[in-house]
């Protein structure tokens, strides 16, 4: 079983950044893509950024040029870059790990507890 942690999430106001980072329990990370994902209250789980081993990566269209996704396989973590955040970026934010790429909730079997990030404007 491949148990996730994220950390990171808070309350900010408009226009500031937030890193989130996810500890995966496998020492085998580098074999898993991985993903960040969110939910705002009264909405479906959404994709924000994926990214495989050999570090190709997804983008919602919506935090392109403001999230950045990364992985670390050496403290198998993967990290959620924010900047310039909106209130329309506030959810709960959940880390994935799968056993191939996809860039949908759905293709992910591990999954994080989730850190709540609110953005004020």
């Known amino acids: 079983q491949v148990h996730l942690v994220e950390s990171g999430g808070g309350l900010v106001q408009a226009g500031s950044s937030l890193r989130l980072s996810c500890v995966v329990s496998d020492d085998t990370l580098k074999n898993y893509a991985l993903g960040w994902f969110r939910r705002a209250p009264g909405k479906e789980t959404e994709t924000v950024a994926t990214i495989d081993y050999r570090n190709t990566r997804y983008y919602k269209d919506a935090v392109k040029g403001r999230f950045t996704i990364s992985r670390d396989n050496a403290k198998n973590t993967v990290f959620l870059q924010m900047n310039n955040l909106k209130p329309e970026d506030t959810a709960i934010y959940s880390c994935?790990?799968?056993?191939?790429?996809?860039?949908?909730?759905?293709?992910?079997?591990?999954w994080g507890q989730g850190t709540q990030v609110t953005v004020s404007s």
């Open positions: 994935a790990a799968g056993k191939t790429f996809a860039i949908t909730p759905g293709g992910y079997q591990y």
